[in-house]
Protein backbone atom coordinates (compact mmCIF):
# COMPACT_ATOMS: atom_id res chain seq x y z
CA UNK A 1 0.00 0.00 0.00
CA UNK A 2 1.23 3.38 -1.18
CA UNK A 3 0.70 6.91 0.58
CA UNK A 4 -1.71 9.19 -1.29
CA UNK A 5 -0.78 13.12 -1.24
CA UNK A 6 -3.17 15.27 0.60
CA UNK A 7 -5.96 15.67 -2.52
CA UNK A 8 -8.90 18.51 -2.37
CA UNK A 9 -12.14 18.91 -4.43
CA UNK A 10 -9.85 21.09 -6.71
CA UNK A 11 -7.15 18.41 -7.70
CA UNK A 12 -7.15 17.31 -11.23
CA UNK A 13 -8.50 13.62 -12.72
CA UNK A 14 -5.69 11.29 -13.70
CA UNK A 15 -6.67 9.87 -17.11
CA UNK A 16 -4.00 7.52 -19.01
CA UNK A 17 -3.96 5.06 -21.44
CA UNK A 18 -0.84 3.38 -24.41
CA UNK A 19 -1.48 6.67 -26.54
CA UNK A 20 -4.53 8.59 -28.03
CA UNK A 21 -7.20 5.58 -27.09
CA UNK A 22 -7.98 7.12 -23.96
CA UNK A 23 -8.75 10.57 -25.37
CA UNK A 24 -12.37 8.81 -26.49
CA UNK A 25 -13.20 8.15 -22.97
CA UNK A 26 -11.41 11.19 -22.05
CA UNK A 27 -14.13 13.76 -24.48
CA UNK A 28 -16.85 11.67 -22.40
CA UNK A 29 -15.59 12.85 -19.35
CA UNK A 30 -14.99 16.32 -20.35
CA UNK A 31 -18.92 16.28 -21.43
CA UNK A 32 -19.82 15.21 -18.42
CA UNK A 33 -17.62 16.45 -16.00
CA UNK A 34 -16.87 20.00 -17.30
CA UNK A 35 -15.44 21.11 -14.10
CA UNK A 36 -13.10 18.97 -13.24
CA UNK A 37 -9.66 19.33 -14.13
CA UNK A 38 -7.49 16.59 -15.49
CA UNK A 39 -4.54 15.14 -16.43
CA UNK A 40 -3.93 12.88 -19.37
CA UNK A 41 -1.33 10.95 -19.61
CA UNK A 42 -0.15 8.89 -23.27
CA UNK A 43 2.48 6.23 -22.97
CA UNK A 44 2.63 6.61 -26.24
CA UNK A 45 6.52 5.76 -26.32
CA UNK A 46 5.95 2.13 -24.96
CA UNK A 47 2.44 1.48 -26.95
CA UNK A 48 1.11 -1.00 -27.70
CA UNK A 49 0.15 -2.16 -24.57
CA UNK A 50 -1.60 -5.28 -26.31
CA UNK A 51 1.57 -6.81 -28.03
CA UNK A 52 3.36 -7.25 -24.40
CA UNK A 53 3.28 -9.75 -21.73
CA UNK A 54 0.56 -8.72 -19.09
CA UNK A 55 2.96 -8.59 -16.56
CA UNK A 56 4.92 -5.81 -18.24
CA UNK A 57 1.86 -4.09 -19.20
CA UNK A 58 1.17 -4.22 -14.96
CA UNK A 59 4.92 -2.57 -13.93
CA UNK A 60 4.17 0.34 -16.19
CA UNK A 61 0.42 0.90 -15.31
CA UNK A 62 1.60 1.20 -11.82
CA UNK A 63 4.40 3.77 -12.70
CA UNK A 64 2.39 5.65 -14.93
CA UNK A 65 -0.18 5.81 -12.07
CA UNK A 66 2.39 7.22 -9.74
CA UNK A 67 3.84 9.63 -11.98
CA UNK A 68 -0.24 11.01 -11.98
CA UNK A 69 -0.76 11.09 -8.16
CA UNK A 70 2.66 12.86 -8.13
CA UNK A 71 0.75 15.47 -10.15
CA UNK A 72 -1.59 15.09 -7.15
CA UNK A 73 -4.56 13.25 -9.05
CA UNK A 74 -8.05 12.56 -6.58
CA UNK A 75 -8.84 9.60 -8.49
CA UNK A 76 -7.92 7.71 -11.46
CA UNK A 77 -8.97 6.47 -15.00
CA UNK A 78 -7.66 3.54 -16.26
CA UNK A 79 -8.69 4.42 -20.12
CA UNK A 80 -7.43 1.46 -21.44
CA UNK A 81 -8.62 -2.20 -21.51
CA UNK A 82 -5.81 -3.66 -21.73
CA UNK A 83 -4.18 -1.81 -18.87
CA UNK A 84 -7.49 -2.40 -16.43
CA UNK A 85 -6.68 -6.31 -17.56
CA UNK A 86 -3.38 -6.51 -16.21
CA UNK A 87 -3.46 -4.04 -13.52
CA UNK A 88 -6.45 -2.47 -12.08
CA UNK A 89 -6.67 -5.56 -9.14
CA UNK A 90 -2.88 -4.31 -7.99
CA UNK A 91 -3.82 -0.40 -8.42
CA UNK A 92 -6.83 -0.81 -6.35
CA UNK A 93 -4.20 -3.07 -3.93
CA UNK A 94 -1.79 0.16 -3.55
CA UNK A 95 -4.24 2.76 -3.36
CA UNK A 96 -7.19 1.39 -1.35
CA UNK A 97 -8.24 5.38 -0.43
CA UNK A 98 -8.20 6.45 -4.32
CA UNK A 99 -11.50 6.29 -6.93
CA UNK A 100 -10.05 4.45 -9.67
CA UNK A 101 -11.87 3.28 -12.39
CA UNK A 102 -11.34 1.15 -15.26
CA UNK A 103 -12.64 -0.17 -18.72
CA UNK A 104 -13.65 -3.05 -19.80
CA UNK A 105 -15.40 -4.46 -23.76
CA UNK A 106 -19.14 -4.09 -23.20
CA UNK A 107 -20.33 -7.27 -23.00
CA UNK A 108 -22.98 -6.79 -21.20
CA UNK A 109 -24.45 -3.94 -23.23
CA UNK A 110 -23.57 -6.06 -26.02
CA UNK A 111 -25.71 -9.13 -25.22
CA UNK A 112 -28.64 -7.01 -24.79
CA UNK A 113 -28.04 -5.03 -27.65
CA UNK A 114 -27.73 -7.94 -30.33
CA UNK A 115 -30.98 -9.05 -31.98
CA UNK A 116 -29.63 -12.68 -32.70
CA UNK A 117 -27.05 -13.31 -29.94
CA UNK A 118 -24.29 -13.39 -31.15
CA UNK A 119 -21.61 -10.67 -31.11
CA UNK A 120 -18.22 -10.10 -31.87
CA UNK A 121 -15.56 -8.54 -29.62
CA UNK A 122 -12.54 -6.65 -30.94
CA UNK A 123 -9.39 -6.60 -28.76
CA UNK A 124 -5.79 -6.40 -27.89
CA UNK A 125 -4.55 -9.87 -27.53
CA UNK A 126 -3.74 -9.17 -24.02
CA UNK A 127 -7.35 -8.19 -23.45
CA UNK A 128 -8.47 -11.49 -24.91
CA UNK A 129 -6.46 -13.49 -23.02
CA UNK A 130 -6.82 -11.99 -19.73
CA UNK A 131 -8.01 -14.10 -16.69
CA UNK A 132 -10.49 -11.05 -16.02
CA UNK A 133 -11.56 -11.29 -19.36
CA UNK A 134 -12.81 -14.58 -19.76
CA UNK A 135 -14.47 -14.60 -16.33
CA UNK A 136 -16.37 -11.88 -17.41
CA UNK A 137 -17.46 -13.44 -20.88
CA UNK A 138 -18.09 -16.63 -18.76
CA UNK A 139 -20.43 -14.59 -16.94
CA UNK A 140 -22.31 -12.73 -19.17
CA UNK A 141 -22.88 -15.85 -21.39
CA UNK A 142 -24.59 -18.07 -19.20
CA UNK A 143 -26.64 -15.19 -17.93
CA UNK A 144 -28.19 -13.70 -21.43
CA UNK A 145 -27.12 -17.13 -23.71
CA UNK A 146 -25.09 -14.85 -25.87
CA UNK A 147 -22.27 -16.24 -28.23
CA UNK A 148 -18.77 -13.95 -28.54
CA UNK A 149 -16.49 -13.87 -31.05
CA UNK A 150 -12.79 -13.14 -29.97
CA UNK A 151 -10.85 -11.51 -32.43
CA UNK A 152 -7.48 -9.50 -31.61
CA UNK A 153 -6.53 -6.61 -33.85
CA UNK A 154 -2.86 -7.13 -33.99
CA UNK A 155 -1.59 -3.81 -36.04
CA UNK A 156 -4.52 -1.74 -35.38
CA UNK A 157 -3.26 0.43 -32.88
CA UNK A 158 -0.60 1.41 -34.11
CA UNK A 159 -2.20 3.06 -37.42
CA UNK A 160 -4.93 4.29 -35.27
CA UNK A 161 -1.42 6.08 -33.51
CA UNK A 162 -0.19 7.14 -36.99
CA UNK A 163 -3.39 8.82 -37.61
CA UNK A 164 -4.44 6.36 -40.20
CA UNK A 165 -8.31 6.94 -39.41
CA UNK A 166 -9.34 6.04 -43.31
CA UNK A 167 -6.72 4.76 -45.06
CA UNK A 168 -6.58 1.76 -47.49
CA UNK A 169 -4.12 0.32 -44.95
CA UNK A 170 -6.49 0.42 -42.17
CA UNK A 171 -9.62 -0.31 -43.90
CA UNK A 172 -8.00 -3.70 -45.41
CA UNK A 173 -6.71 -4.80 -41.70
CA UNK A 174 -10.13 -4.13 -40.73
CA UNK A 175 -11.87 -5.96 -43.00
CA UNK A 176 -9.30 -9.04 -42.42
CA UNK A 177 -10.42 -8.83 -38.94
CA UNK A 178 -14.31 -8.01 -38.84
CA UNK A 179 -15.58 -9.69 -41.91
CA UNK A 180 -15.26 -13.28 -40.74
CA UNK A 181 -17.54 -12.35 -38.15
CA UNK A 182 -20.00 -11.06 -39.94
CA UNK A 183 -19.86 -13.87 -42.06
CA UNK A 184 -20.75 -15.77 -38.26
CA UNK A 185 -23.61 -13.96 -38.14
CA UNK A 186 -22.54 -11.02 -35.57
CA UNK A 187 -25.04 -8.50 -35.62
CA UNK A 188 -23.25 -6.37 -32.46
CA UNK A 189 -19.49 -5.16 -32.28
CA UNK A 190 -18.01 -4.79 -29.09
CA UNK A 191 -14.87 -2.00 -29.31
CA UNK A 192 -12.83 -3.75 -26.98
CA UNK A 193 -9.82 -1.37 -26.97
CA UNK A 194 -10.14 2.76 -26.27
CA UNK A 195 -8.17 3.21 -29.63
CA UNK A 196 -11.27 1.63 -32.01
CA UNK A 197 -14.08 4.52 -31.32
CA UNK A 198 -11.67 6.45 -33.27
CA UNK A 199 -11.99 4.33 -36.59
CA UNK A 200 -15.94 3.66 -35.50
CA UNK A 201 -17.24 5.13 -39.03
CA UNK A 202 -14.48 3.28 -40.89
CA UNK A 203 -16.12 -0.52 -38.97
CA UNK A 204 -19.26 0.51 -39.56
CA UNK A 205 -18.69 1.43 -43.17
CA UNK A 206 -17.27 -2.27 -43.85
CA UNK A 207 -20.29 -3.54 -42.14
CA UNK A 208 -22.94 -1.74 -44.46
CA UNK A 209 -20.68 -2.66 -47.48
CA UNK A 210 -20.91 -5.86 -46.45
CA UNK A 211 -24.76 -6.05 -46.48
CA UNK A 212 -25.12 -5.21 -42.53
CA UNK A 213 -25.76 -1.68 -41.97
CA UNK A 214 -27.72 -2.35 -38.88
CA UNK A 215 -24.08 -3.73 -37.16
CA UNK A 216 -24.48 -2.24 -33.47
CA UNK A 217 -20.94 -1.04 -32.32
CA UNK A 218 -20.91 -0.80 -28.56
CA UNK A 219 -18.43 1.74 -26.91
CA UNK A 220 -18.19 2.41 -23.29
CA UNK A 221 -17.01 5.68 -22.92
CA UNK A 222 -19.98 7.18 -21.48
CA UNK A 223 -20.64 4.75 -19.48
CA UNK A 224 -17.11 4.97 -17.88
CA UNK A 225 -17.56 8.74 -17.61
CA UNK A 226 -20.82 8.12 -15.54
CA UNK A 227 -19.19 5.63 -12.84
CA UNK A 228 -16.36 8.19 -12.48
CA UNK A 229 -18.92 10.78 -11.82
CA UNK A 230 -20.02 8.07 -8.99
CA UNK A 231 -17.36 7.72 -7.82
CA UNK A 232 -16.57 10.93 -7.04
CA UNK A 233 -19.45 12.11 -5.68
CA UNK A 234 -19.16 8.98 -3.02
CA UNK A 235 -16.02 9.80 -2.14
CA UNK A 236 -16.96 13.84 -2.07
CA UNK A 237 -14.17 14.79 -4.45
CA UNK A 238 -16.42 16.70 -6.96
CA UNK A 239 -14.94 20.06 -7.62
CA UNK A 240 -17.66 22.26 -7.20
CA UNK A 241 -17.30 24.47 -11.09
CA UNK A 242 -15.74 28.44 -10.08
CA UNK A 243 -13.01 29.10 -12.86
CA UNK A 244 -12.13 27.19 -16.17
CA UNK A 245 -11.06 23.58 -15.97
CA UNK A 246 -7.56 22.66 -16.89
CA UNK A 247 -6.41 20.06 -19.33
CA UNK A 248 -2.75 19.01 -18.56
CA UNK A 249 -1.20 16.89 -21.03
CA UNK A 250 2.06 14.60 -20.63
CA UNK A 251 3.25 11.76 -22.98
CA UNK A 252 6.18 9.62 -23.21
CA UNK A 253 6.46 9.74 -27.08
CA UNK A 254 6.45 13.03 -29.81
CA UNK A 255 4.17 16.01 -27.98
CA UNK A 256 3.77 17.57 -30.86
CA UNK A 257 2.53 14.31 -32.58
CA UNK A 258 0.12 14.13 -29.18
CA UNK A 259 -0.93 18.17 -30.00
CA UNK A 260 -1.83 16.84 -33.33
CA UNK A 261 -3.79 14.30 -32.27
CA UNK A 262 -5.72 16.45 -29.81
CA UNK A 263 -6.23 18.72 -32.48
CA UNK A 264 -7.72 16.41 -35.03
CA UNK A 265 -9.37 14.01 -32.55
CA UNK A 266 -11.42 15.93 -29.87
CA UNK A 267 -10.38 19.80 -31.30
CA UNK A 268 -8.50 20.73 -28.17
CA UNK A 269 -5.26 22.54 -28.29
CA UNK A 270 -3.90 22.11 -24.93
CA UNK A 271 0.02 22.36 -23.93
CA UNK A 272 1.43 19.01 -24.39
CA UNK A 273 4.41 17.79 -22.34
CA UNK A 274 6.84 14.93 -23.31
CA UNK A 275 8.45 12.86 -20.14
CA UNK A 276 10.83 10.23 -19.39
CA UNK A 277 9.08 8.08 -16.50
CA UNK A 278 12.02 5.96 -16.37
CA UNK A 279 13.27 2.42 -17.11
CA UNK A 280 10.56 -0.29 -16.17
CA UNK A 281 12.04 -3.32 -15.49
CA UNK A 282 11.05 -6.39 -16.70
CA UNK A 283 10.33 -8.28 -13.14
CA UNK A 284 6.67 -9.71 -12.07
CA UNK A 285 4.50 -7.40 -10.85
CA UNK A 286 4.33 -7.32 -7.14
CA UNK A 287 1.14 -8.19 -5.61
N1 LIG B 1 -6.15 1.49 -25.89
C1 LIG B 1 -5.75 0.28 -25.28
C2 LIG B 1 -6.91 -0.59 -24.88
O1 LIG B 1 -7.98 -0.09 -24.61
C3 LIG B 1 -4.70 -0.60 -25.88
C4 LIG B 1 -3.84 -0.14 -26.94
C5 LIG B 1 -2.50 -0.82 -27.00
O2 LIG B 1 -2.40 -1.99 -27.43
O3 LIG B 1 -1.57 -0.16 -26.61
O4 LIG B 1 -6.78 -1.79 -24.80
Same mark, same amino acid.
Given at each position: ?9 ? @? ?8 ? +? =????? %? ?7 ? #? ?12 ? +???? &?? $? $?? #? ?9 ? !? ?11 ? /????? $?????? %??? &????? +?? !? ?14 ? /? ?8 ? =? #? ?14 ? #? ?9 ? &??? !??? &? ?9 ? !? ?49 ? %???? %? ?9 ? =? ?24 ? +???? @? ?10 ? $??? @??
Amino acid at each position: MQPVPAMTAD @APIGVFDSGV +G =GLSVL %RHIRAQLPQ #EHLVYFADSGFAPY +GAKP &ER $V $VA #ERSLAVAQFLL !EQGAKALVVACNT /ATIAA $VKLLRA %RYP &ELPIV +GV !EPGLKPAAAASRNGKV /AVLATDVTLA =G #EKFLSLRDQISSASDA #EFFLRGCPGLV &ELI !EAG &ELDSARTRALL !EGYLLPLLDQGADTVVLGCTHYPFVQALIADIAAQAGKPDTVLVDTGQAVA %RQLA %RLLAAAGRERE =GGGLARLDVFTTGSATALAAALHRLL +GLAP @AVSAVDIGHIPL $VPA @AN
